[in-house]
């Protein structure tokens, strides 16, 4: 997974280039101003209401029942189980690359987390879809983590490996 | 007869002396304005207007909510006219909000703002307006700023005396501005006064929900009533209106409808009324009308038929209903906070009377009467009167209160807002306005509580204030600071169509009730597909369902084929955000009706009719993302004979899974909410 990481990052790098490149009026752009700016420290918690999640094995299966049922409500519109990235990334491999406080913040805390999260920027860079606010609760974005690593275990037969990342 | 007549001539040409002299003096911006106007008017940017101003649409059928003090239109609220923007009266959730006795009306001529009170206080839950031709009230929902609820009124014509809301919201009180014959039938109109009969509707309100019922009637004499006002505070559980044309004239009405010097004005005792309702003096009868009511959770109209309806004769029940006489050709009818002084307005005198409730009450009990009509007695006119403000100008027509002893009264003829003390009949201030107002709202200038800060005048005409923009111009609303002694001009903008009336309220009392979103998880809609798993398509006969939903940035299904000649197609949208200020359009090309704009968790459903065989193009109308002209499909028509298979799918997948609804709703079912 940190080559997937790694990937990503270059991939965001790319863009940056091309786009800080491309324009004339760089100066104007956002992304010039923001480099101009101190780069902020990248929390590998995100920014949000959640602090300490604490994982559990084995998992919690009514948790992943319930997680499912939101994923196929409010989800999977835009993200596929598997890596496959259609308005938003597959989820395939989310919990081996994001710590549980990122994920769970990014769901419920979109908007600030497209603000102002290096990590949530880069992916919107990708996507150039916001993320929409979607209105799930703390509890219901934990319900939709348990899924998720379900789904790792399944997809890439490997779950939690950013679980302590710093 | 014949030196009324004269009369009358003379007055109107006196009157219309008096438009064109003040026409054509001293009316500049120059002299009006003062310096800080535009700055008292400014809302900068980022911050909020203190006010929400409601404004009926008249002609236009609807309703437009403006910001006070910068003047911004902010919405348009469609309420009895079809409104393709949103697809209101097109979606079939929403097609049924037009059913009347008479049909399918999908428009009319909406006039007087009322919003819910408690305790005589505006609480920003509900706002009702009458539509005037097809007699109709309709409720709309302050947390989403929808039309909800329709109530068609029985027997009744041109609804123009409503839907005037008592200090609880128990009733909203209208009368019929047409006498007509009940139950209708085919008689000379040269009969009228012996066919021809006028009804007071009291509409009763739930207190929980807000759901209209029409509670009773009472049969009044075949006159014109006009506006009314309910009590407040001592005078509560009363109602006040203006009648006129008590000369029961059915032509020529401008001259024939002027004989008497006296109209009257109705006072009705609703209390006692609910009590005659109570001891069965009421009589009912077969009649038909409409009641339109959308189902919260699924947000879908179910129309119903009533069939019946209950009157009160004011013979069968004395002290029901009063009549004292009212200055000439009556129109304003207003209550000031106190609940004491009752304001009547004659277009065609030149004073003012304004009542004492007091009085009235203690002419009722000596029986101070002056005989009666059909066994309603007539108090006398002195014996209820407070006092006479006398010529404070021309055309008096509205008034409100400023919470401070001050009324504030729209001259029509003169074209002016008078300001005078409520007490003491002294006049205060008056300021010109351009030109020929009508109404005229303070925020809660109609309720116990009103906070006298600013004034709109409704204008009927508006010659030199803006861009012109053809024989027609926008009718203007000019706004006034009232909380020094002399009022200011401050600000004049357009309106949409002519509004009749406005409420204004505090800001803060709507603002934290707004709905951000409909909750998916809430959303009760037979046909919603609740996640993109379950958007699909059925066939049911002839019929196609389209299960479709709609994300940033695309719709799902994409692709549609199997659609037939014969078919009739139902896309049913619903908006998978939750996020407000997300709403996803929907438009199919030759579509005949309209498109849809669906809030989000929201279902709306559009009724499409193929015309040719082909491949059409559908999309999103309203620009939500980066991506926003990527979302869009096609829909394949075949002919009605050929054999293609119903086919659907997003990225080449077919999305079959029919089952997996049922498992997601099973097991949104088991979950714990936390
Ligand atoms: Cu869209």
């Given at each position: 997974m940190k080559q997937l990481l790694i990937a990503l990052g270059g991939l965001s790098f790319v863009f940056l280039i091309s786009c800080g490149g491309g324009g004339e009026t760089a100066s104007q752009s956002p992304a010039a101003t923001a480099q101009e700016a101190e780069p902020p420290k990248a929390d590998p918690k995100g920014i949000g209401e959640v602090k300490e999640v604490n994982l559990t094995d084995p998992l919690e299966e009514s948790m992943i029942t319930t997680g499912?049922?939101?994923?196929?409500?409010?989800?999977?519109?835009?993200?596929?189980?598997t890596d496959q990235r259609v308005v938003g990334p597959g989820w395939a491999g989310v919990t081996n690359k994001r710590r549980p406080e990122w994920i769970m913040n990014m769901i419920t805390n979109v908007d600030v987390m497209l603000a102002e999260d290096p990590q949530a920027q880069k992916l919107l860079e990708e996507c150039l879809t916001r993320m929409p606010n979607q209105g799930v609760s703390i509890g219901d974005a934990r319900a939709l983590l348990e899924f998720m690593r379900k789904n790792d275990v399944e997809t890439v037969g490997e779950k939690d490996q950013a679980a302590n990342q710093i | 007869m014949k030196t009324n007549t004269i009369f009358l001539t003379l007055f109107f040409l006196l009157v219309l002396g008096a438009v064109f002299l003040t026409d054509c003096s001293q009316r500049t911006t120059q002299t009006i304005v003062e310096g800080d106007a535009a700055q008292q008017a400014y809302v900068p940017p980022g911050e909020y207007d203190?006010?929400?101003?409601?404004?009926?649409?008249?002609?236009?059928?609807?309703?437009?909510?403006?910001?006070?003090?910068?003047?911004?239109?902010?919405?348009?609220?469609?309420?009895?006219?079809?409104?393709?923007?949103?697809?209101?009266?097109?979606?079939?959730?929403?097609?049924?909000?037009?059913?009347?006795?008479?049909?399918?009306?999908?428009?009319?001529?909406?006039?007087?703002?009322?919003?819910?009170?408690?305790?005589?206080?505006?609480?920003?839950?509900?706002?009702?307006?009458?539509?005037?031709?097809?007699?109709?009230?309709?409720?709309?929902?302050?947390?989403?700023?929808?039309?909800?609820?329709?109530?068609?009124?029985?027997?009744?014509?041109?609804?123009?005396?409503?839907?005037?809301?008592?200090?609880?919201?128990?009733?909203?009180?209208?009368?019929?501005?047409?006498?007509?014959?009940?139950?209708?039938?085919?008689?000379?109109?040269?009969?009228?006064?012996?066919?021809?009969?006028?009804?007071?509707?009291?509409?009763?309100?739930?207190?929980?929900?807000?759901?209209?019922?029409?509670?009773?009637?009472?049969?009044?004499?075949?006159?014109?009533?006009?506006?009314?006002?309910?009590?407040?505070?001592?005078?509560?559980?009363?109602?006040?209106?203006?009648?006129?044309?008590?000369?029961?004239?059915?032509?020529?009405?401008?001259?024939?409808?002027?004989?008497?010097?006296?109209?009257?004005?109705?006072?009705?005792?609703?209390?006692?009324?609910?009590?005659?309702?109570?001891?069965?003096?009421?009589?009912?009868?077969?009649?038909?009308?409409?009641?339109?009511?959308?189902?919260?959770?699924?947000?879908?109209?179910?129309?119903?038929?009533?069939?019946?309806?209950?009157?009160?004769?004011?013979?069968?029940?004395?002290?029901?209903?009063?009549?004292?006489?009212?200055?000439?050709?009556?129109h304003g009818c207003d209550v000031d906070p106190t609940g004491e002084f009752i304001v009547g307005n004659g277009k065609l005198s030149a004073d003012m009377?304004?009542?004492?409730?007091?009085?009235?009450?203690?002419?009722?009990?000596?029986?101070?009467?002056?005989?009666?009509?059909?066994?309603?007695?007539?108090?006398?006119?002195?014996?209820?009167?407070?006092?006479?403000?006398?010529?404070?100008?021309?055309?008096?027509?509205?008034?409100?209160?400023?919470?401070?002893?001050?009324?504030?009264?729209?001259?029509?003829?003169?074209?002016?807002?008078?300001?005078?003390?409520?007490?003491?009949?002294?006049?205060?201030?008056?300021?010109?306005?351009?030109?020929?107002?009508?109404?005229?709202?303070?925020?809660?200038?109609?309720?116990?509580?009103?906070?006298?800060?600013?004034?709109?005048?409704?204008?009927?005409?508006?010659?030199?204030?803006?861009?012109?923009?053809?024989?027609?111009?926008?009718?203007?609303?000019?706004?006034?600071?009232?909380?020094?002694?002399?009022?200011?001009?401050?600000?004049?903008?357009?309106?949409?169509?002519?509004?009749?009336?406005?409420?204004?309220?505090?800001?803060?009392?709507?603002?934290?009730?707004v709905k951000k979103f409909y909750r998916i998880e809430d959303n009760g809609h037979p046909r919603a597909a609740k996640g993109e798993g379950q958007a699909r398509v059925e066939r049911e006969g002839k019929e196609v369902h389209v299960y479709m939903t709609a994300i940033r940035s695309h719709l799902a299904p994409d692709n549609i084929e199997g659609i037939k000649m014969d078919d009739e197609v139902y896309f049913h949208i619903t908006n998978l955000e939750q996020d407000w200020d997300v709403p996803h359009g929907f438009a199919v090309q030759g579509a005949t009706n309209a498109e849809l704009l669906v809030m989000p968790g929201q279902t709306r459903t559009l009724k499409w009719k193929p015309f040719k065989p082909g491949v059409f193009a559908f999309y999103c109308t309203d620009f939500c993302s980066a991506l926003h002209q990527e979302m869009s499909g096609y829909v394949r028509v075949s002919p009605a004979n050929s054999d293609v298979p119903l086919k659907w799918g997003l990225n080449n997948e077919n999305t079959t899974a029919t089952n997996m609804r049922e498992q997601a709703e099973q097991q949104l079912a088991q979950r714990v909410d936390d």
């Open positions: 499912k049922a939101i994923y196929e409500m409010k989800c999977s519109a835009c993200h596929k189980l | 203190e006010f929400y101003a409601f404004m009926s649409g008249g002609f236009s059928g609807q309703v437009t909510a403006y910001g006070l003090p910068s003047g911004r239109l902010l919405k348009e609220i469609p309420v009895f006219s079809k409104y393709p923007e949103n697809g209101y009266g097109y979606s079939e959730e929403t097609k049924a909000m037009f059913n009347t006795s008479y049909g399918e009306v999908p428009w009319d001529d909406s006039h007087h703002i009322e919003l819910s009170q408690t305790d005589g206080e505006f609480d920003g839950r509900w706002l009702f307006v009458n539509g005037n031709n097809t007699p109709r009230i309709a409720r709309v929902d302050l947390t989403t700023f929808e039309t909800v609820e329709i109530l068609e009124i029985p027997d009744v014509a041109g609804l123009h005396c409503a839907p005037f809301i008592t200090e609880n919201s128990e009733y909203l009180v209208s009368g019929t501005r047409f006498s007509v014959p009940i139950p209708q039938e085919d008689v000379g109109i040269d009969t009228y006064q012996e066919n021809f009969k006028g009804l007071i509707n009291y509409v009763s309100v739930d207190p929980e929900e807000g759901h209209m019922e029409l509670a009773f009637q009472i049969e009044m004499p075949g006159y014109n009533y006009d506006l009314a006002r309910n009590g407040k505070g001592k005078s509560h559980g009363w109602s006040f209106l203006t009648t006129y044309n008590s000369e029961q004239a059915h032509t020529l009405l401008e001259v024939n409808a002027s004989q008497k010097d006296k109209d009257l004005l109705a006072i009705v005792n609703w209390k006692k009324a609910e009590e005659y309702l109570e001891q069965g003096k009421g009589q009912t009868r077969e009649t038909s009308f409409y009641h339109n009511l959308m189902d919260e959770s699924t947000s879908i109209v179910n129309s119903t038929e009533v069939t019946e309806t209950t009157i009160l004769n004011p013979q069968d029940c004395p002290g029901m209903v009063y009549f004292i006489p009212v200055p000439k050709s009556p009377s304004i009542y004492s409730f007091d009085k009235l009450m203690a002419a009722i009990e000596s029986e101070d009467f002056a005989g009666d009509i059909n066994g309603i007695p007539i108090i006398n006119y002195e014996s209820g009167l407070h006092g006479i403000l006398q010529k404070p100008g021309l055309g008096p027509l509205h008034t409100e209160f400023d919470g401070k002893g001050n009324a504030y009264t729209t001259f029509f003829i003169s074209s002016e807002v008078v300001k005078w003390d409520v007490e003491s009949l002294e006049v205060l201030d008056r300021q010109s306005t351009f030109y020929s107002p009508g109404h005229l709202v303070i925020p809660g200038g109609e309720t116990r509580k009103p906070e006298g800060k600013y004034l709109v005048a409704m204008n009927k005409i508006t010659k030199d204030r803006y861009l012109p923009t053809g024989p027609e111009l926008a009718h203007s609303a000019q706004l006034f600071d009232i909380s020094g002694e002399k009022m200011k001009l401050v600000l004049d903008f357009p309106t949409k169509g002519e509004p009749h009336y406005a409420q204004a309220i505090s800001a803060g009392k709507i603002v934290p009730n």
